[in-house]
């Protein structure tokens, strides 16, 4: 079994940073890639980025480039989204989930292993 949490969530004005964390505890084999979606009210879940726990390939929807940077601390399984510019339309419940390979990473039904989310508001 693979358990996430995240954390780091929050409140900002347009323009603010945030920075995410998701930890990943458990049999890790089998969740090296993390991705993070989003989920606004009213909408789909999106996906916004992914990577590996090990490594530094990583994967961005094209609303985010240039602005969400995704790192990791490898010793600590901890994945971050670093969330710049931030802007109105990235209020959402933020969540991470994990499985072995990012292929097709955006696809969420594809991801067995999902944390509670955390709440990012972008206020104007």
């Known amino acids: 079994q693979v358990q996430l949490v995240e954390s780091g969530g929050g409140s900002v004005q347009a323009g603010g940073s945030l920075r995410l964390s998701c930890a990943v505890a458990g049999d890790t084999y089998s969740a090296t890639c993390i991705a993070w979606f989003r989920q606004a009210p009213g909408k789909e879940r999106e996906g916004v980025a992914s990577?590996?726990?090990?490594?530094?390939?990583?994967y961005y929807a094209d609303s985010v480039k240039g602005r969400f940077t995704i790192s990791q601390d490898s010793a600590k399984k901890i994945l971050y989204l670093q969330m710049n510019s931030l802007q109105p339309e990235d209020t959402a419940m933020y969540y991470c989930?994990?499985?072995?390979?990012?292929?097709?990473?955006?696809?969420?039904?594809?991801?067995?292993?999902w944390g509670q989310g955390t709440q990012v508001t972008v206020s104007s």
């Open positions: 990577g590996y726990l090990v490594g530094r390939t990583t």
């Open positions: 989930a994990a499985k072995e390979w990012c292929t097709d990473w955006s696809q969420y039904n594809d991801f067995q292993f």
